[in-house]
């Protein structure tokens, strides 16, 4: 179901792709047309949240022929996924660093759907580039602050307080420059389903943004969750990102790899924390795709002085140029 909406999302912003699916449904042939990008809609499948497709459009925005401007309604928040806030807040500065920025970059969350029914709206818009710059992004820098939103909709917006007051007692302990909003949606932009939940992103001195979040149970599945317990999670989860640690957090580790493949004939270097199960899976993506090898060394804690095992990846970009970008 999901997956077939995400076949046609692909379908929407190229131009001339083939696709075809057997009568069971398991074998697609796929053959790729033009990346065109424009002005687009899309109704994703409430199965899977907006995250699941937003992921698949950041590494293909900025090599469309047009600015992609697309607006995605479905779930905005759920537990598989990550959810929108954290893709604003983390995958947009990530972007800035290759030179894909300007007023064009932006996602911005109309309303907000929770699982099952969904019914939450973004906007997401990113310029084109027709080269990346290469970075050397080895150094994450020290915690400087700690940002936030907790959010709910549909139920008492006295949630999200009770979520920002446990989160603030496990975290005031590490430093003290810590905000979360407290989003409460009403009426229409409140989408179908009520829940709650919260996203934490912890701020570097040199601009490494790791996050965090977690979200209430789909109504009738599962256990209730209190608030103070999902807020003091949360907090943990946060806490153990930053252990991990490495200069970009867990979620955009494939986007940050993938942009370093597709820039220009120089040495990328970034350093990450241990590697999830997705991004081992990528790199071997990369290999057969790009014939692209990256350096991988480790780091011990002792030589680092902090946090887990980290890992330095460096690789030579295939000098990827964006050759259907209009020139004006």
Excluded: W
């Excluded at 790199?283 to 350096?295: T, V």
């Amino acid at each position: 179901d999901f997956e077939a909406s995400f076949i046609r999302l692909i379908d929407k912003v190229t131009n001339g792709s083939r696709i075809e699916i057997n009568q069971t449904g398991t074998t697609l042939y796929y053959q790729p047309g033009l990346l065109y990008g424009g002005s687009l809609e899309h109704d994703c499948s409430p199965s899977r949240s907006i995250g699941y497709y937003l992921e698949g459009l950041l590494c293909l925005a900025p090599f469309m022929k047009h600015p992609l401007k697309i607006v995605l309604r479905g779930v905005t928040n759920d537990q598989v996924d990550p959810s929108v806030d954290v893709l604003k807040a983390t995958s947009l500065p990530l972007l800035k660093k290759f030179g894909i920025d300007g007023e064009g970059l932006e996602i911005k969350i109309n309303r907000r759907g929770m699982p099952p029914k969904g019914g939450g709206e973004i906007l997401f818009a990113c310029p084109v580039r027709k080269v990346l710059q290469p970075i050397q992004f080895t150094d994450p820098g020290k915690i400087k602050r700690i940002r936030g939103t907790a959010y709910s909709v549909r139920v008492s917006p006295q949630m999200a307080n009770r979520m920002v007051e446990s989160a603030r007692s496990i975290l005031n302990k590490f430093l003290p420059d810590i905000y979360i909003y407290t989003d409460h949606m009403k009426g229409v932009s409140s989408g179908k389903s009520p829940g709650f939940g919260m996203c934490l992103t912890a701020e570097t001195i040199n601009g490494t943004i790791l996050s965090a979040e977690l979200a209430s149970n789909p109504q009738g599945q599962g256990e209730a969750v209190r608030p103070e317990e999902l807020g003091q999670n949360c907090a943990k989860l946060l806490l153990e990102e930053i252990y991990r640690g490495g200069c970009v957090d867990s979620t955009n580790q494939g986007l940050a790899l993938l942009l370093m493949t597709l820039g220009q004939r120089d040495v990328s270097k970034v350093l990450l924390g241990p590697l999830s199960p997705y991004t081992i899976e990528f790199l071997r993506h990369l290999r057969s795709f790009f014939q692209i090898m990256f350096k991988i060394e480790t780091k011990t804690p002792e030589e680092e002085h902090v946090g887990g095992e980290k890992i330095l990846m460096t690789c030579v970009g295939v000098g990827f140029s964006n050759i259907s970008k209009t020139i004006r």
